[in-house]
């Protein structure tokens, strides 16, 4: 991948804040934005120009909902600019006091039981956003030892990697885009972890394969439309963790989840995220 690869900017003023900021961010993913970064004020998004057009922002619902006042520009900009402003706010974050997630230039904390190091340039997973804390959250309950884990989805790897250091024999991490694949297995081995496998795809190459724990956190679609492998590739009494949705979607999933032998056991919610358990 070149290093200067062009995208376009985009800065979001949002009021209030609540819960329109996160609307915005599930819909210019949905429509083809691949990263954000939420400053006090202000949302940025970007998205490459070869995937951009002016009238990107047609299908963004929100921006046309009168409770909300939604104020936006836009500009051309570098990649490398692009990681200058990700470094300038990614701060380090600690789960639950047990799981730190941090960049190669922060210092690490004494104290934690997990010490993870992601460089995610243009990949979902930082354990900033709600959904990624949850599923950090999840696994960080779960005895994993010796286990076999997929996690489908995987962004910078960071679920993958939090799974491996809690003992798993092996985990699969499978991700659609080229771009997390190769972060997801610099990252991987960034932290020294050398049973976490990284592919490239999606949920076909699932197939034939058998887990203990299933990790999925993608968008509430995908996670109906995968759900069925899934159920095929966990094993008795393995577990399915999933995310990516919000709160008022949970009973659609778990009648899937239902239809596909698969129990509800909990769920946690941040800001009406979703990161919901369920057993085989
Ligand atoms: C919300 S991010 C989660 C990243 C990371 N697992 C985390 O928890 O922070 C969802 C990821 O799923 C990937 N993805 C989207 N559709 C997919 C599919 N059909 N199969 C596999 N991965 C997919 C995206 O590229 C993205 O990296």
Request: hydrophobic fraction near 40%; proline fraction near 3%; include cysteine.
């Amino acid at each position: 991948m070149s290093n200067n690869m062009i995208y376009i900017e985009y800065r979001f003023t949002v009021q209030p804040p609540e819960p329109a900021s996160d609307i915005l961010i599930a819909q210019l993913g949905e429509a083809g934005f691949e990263s954000f970064v939420e400053e006090e004020d202000a949302i940025l998004a970007y998205i490459q120009k070869e995937d951009w057009s002016m009238d990107i922002l047609n299908d963004i619902d929100i921006l046309s909902n009168p409770n909300f006042e939604i104020d936006y520009a836009f500009k051309e900009i570098e990649q490398e600019n692009w990681n200058a402003t990700w470094e300038q706010n990614f701060q380090p974050i600690v789960v639950d006091d047990r799981c730190m997630i941090r960049a190669p230039f922060h210092e690490t904390m004494s104290g934690v039981e997990y010490d993870i190091v992601i460089e995610p340039k243009m990949s979902f997973g930082t354990g900033h956003h709600e959904t990624t804390h949850m599923m950090l959250q999840h696994i960080l309950q779960l005895n994993l030892e010796g286990k076999v884990v997929l996690d489908m989805g995987s962004g910078t790897g960071v679920l993958a990697i939090l799974a491996a250091l809690r003992g798993a024999a092996h985990v699969d991490a499978v991700d659609i885009d080229n771009w997390c694949y190769v972060n997801a297995k610099e990252n991987v081995a960034r932290n020294q972890i050398d049973n976490v496998q990284v592919y490239e795809g999606d949920v076909s190459l699932v197939s034939g394969k058998s887990y203990d724990l299933i990790i999925a956190n993608i968008n509430r679609n995908i996670l109906l439309a995968d759900i069925p492998a899934y159920s095929k590739a966990l094993n008795k009494d393995g577990i399915l963790l999933l995310s990516g949705f919000y709160t008022e979607d949970l009973d659609m999933i778990t009648e899937k989840c239902k239809i596909n032998s698969l129990k509800f056991v909990k769920n946690i919610e941040r800001n009406n995220w979703v990161a919901a358990k369920y057993v085989n």
